[in-house]
């Protein structure tokens, strides 16, 4: 922790190191890190892009699995024009209609075109046609063909495939020098903390033959890593592709649930207890494995445990903060209301992250610590989504250029919302955090402590140069 810290300003006075970093101006988490500024950019190229829809003819049809199927929501949403935030650096399609678009005319208008998709679950067949995204194009030219889509259960059900030519417009993040980047300090349950945020680029570690990004360092002189894949700056598919064996894949796939069952709120935890709609307590006992947990385990178990690098793990605990809003309508119980999780109100209403467990059931420890649950069997977790927004990142904004991101959709250790409408919520993040049912199947990026005692053989803590553990 000493070399972390005189990193930050090259001294080898650590108390001066620690002063500075104490008398850095307060940190606006309203704003991401670095504050970012987007231009857009309209390509000369036209690419061809498909989309696959429910055909129109299964809406009302009675078919089994089409009961959520619309005339709105099985034909594309194309728009007229459309608007660009450069503080977001999302487009938004304006002037949309849910159209047929091979009955357009390109030639003599301008079209635009998001995105479609059939999506199924364990209630049907339903399909989005288009809605806020970073994949805009401007189309040229519109083919169709009529195919067979076949869904998670084997049903097979008539779909329609458009292909779709057109100029794609994007977007290019430039860096505002007024960005904060650097070590900042908050209190944890331990003491003085010290975390990571923006662009830094002196926080690489190399451990156990993987790559991590330093989080912080925990009041207690632990050091909180971020899995970063086998090979310096890793990115996107590349975190999960690079994983030296099949433990965090869910069906022979790179991805996996949070928890499989999504229709109680006990399922937005680690744990979770009785899904009877008892008591709070009774709901969120930490007595049955999440599905996320089970390959967490896994995964430490083989290449940490096994490898012989559990006596450098220090046990310094993950949040899964299942406090309940103080202005949420549900109690984190009953099914009939939305409950919303104070880590909800924290990133999406406050921007005031706390890096404190409110409740010691959901600070999630082995059994050897002297603080939290002790209901881990391994030291691993998730980032929560407080050191998420620490790091620099805001709900709803896109950042690629914060040390934490993920640039593909990964799982956060923080519950955000249970509705009868959308069920179980836990925090995701990509490159834009927001909050999914439990059941999506997206990526894991391992969270672990090494001990405060922990030296280094090696390294400045740069990419070329990570420290080395020795």
């Not at 207690?220 to 099949?246: H, W």
């Not at 894949?249 to 999504?262: A, E, G, H």
Request: hydrophobic share 30%; aromatic share 12%.
């Amino acid at each position: 922790k000493d070399a972390i810290l005189a990193n930050e300003y090259q001294t080898t006075d650590i108390e001066l190191a620690k002063e500075k970093i104490a008398n850095k101006q307060a940190v606006d988490f309203s704003k991401t890190a670095p504050i970012i500024d987007w231009e857009e950019s309209h390509a000369s190229k036209t690419i061809t892009v498909t989309a696959t829809l429910p055909d129109p003819s299964l809406v009302n049809s009675g078919i089994e699995g089409t009961e959520n199927l619309t005339v709105q929501n099985v034909l594309p949403r194309i728009g007229t024009g459309y608007t660009f935030n450069s503080e977001t650096g999302f487009y938004t399609l304006t002037g949309t209609q849910n159209v047929d678009p091979t009955t357009l005319d390109y030639e003599n208008n301008n079209y635009y075109f998001m995105w479609a998709r059939i999506y199924d679950s364990d209630n049907g067949l339903f399909a989005n046609s288009g809605y806020m995204n970073n994949g805009l194009r401007k189309i040229s030219h519109v083919t169709k063909a009529i195919g067979t889509y076949t869904s998670s259960n084997g049903n097979k059900y008539k779909a329609i495939t458009y292909t779709i030519t057109g100029y794609p417009y994007s977007q290019k993040e430039i860096e505002n020098d007024k960005s904060d980047k650097g070590i900042y300090q908050m209190n944890d349950e331990y003491g003085t903390s010290y975390y990571y945020r923006g662009s830094v680029n002196n926080n690489y570690v190399l451990f156990g033959g993987h790559y991590w990004r330093i989080i912080r360092v925990n009041g207690d002189g632990s050091i909180r890593l971020l899995y970063a894949g086998i090979k310096k700056d890793a990115q996107g598919e590349e975190l999960f592709s690079t994983l030296t064996d099949n433990s965090l894949c869910y069906k022979n796939k790179r991805y996996v649930p949070f928890n499989i069952n999504n229709n109680n709120p006990a399922y937005v935890g680690y744990m979770y207890g009785n899904t009877l709609n008892s008591s709070y307590i009774e709901t969120h006992a930490n007595e049955v494995d999440s599905t996320i947990k089970k390959y967490l385990d896994s995964w430490y178990r083989q290449n940490i445990e096994e490898k012989g690098y559990s006596k450098y793990i220090a046990d310094s605990g993950f949040c899964n903060d299942r406090s309940i809003s103080v202005d949420s309508e549900g109690n984190g119980v009953t099914t009939d209301k939305t409950t919303r999780y104070a880590g909800h109100k924290r990133f999406v209403t406050l921007k005031s992250p706390t890096l404190i467990c409110p409740n010691i059931n959901d600070l999630f420890t082995t059994s050897s610590s002297m603080k939290g649950n002790k209901k881990l069997l391994y030291p691993v977790g998730l980032m929560s989504v407080d050191e998420l927004s620490m790091s620099g990142h805001v709900i709803d904004v896109m950042n690629s250029l914060s040390f934490s991101s993920s640039r593909i959709s990964t799982w956060l250790m923080s519950p955000s919302f249970w509705s009868v409408a959308s069920e179980s919520n836990v925090f995701e993040t990509s490159f834009v955090p927001g909050a999914y049912n439990v059941n999506g199947e997206y990526g894991v990026r391992p969270v672990i402590n090494l001990k405060a005692d922990t030296e280094i053989s090696s390294g400045i803590g740069t990419a070329n140069e990570p420290f080395v553990v020795k």
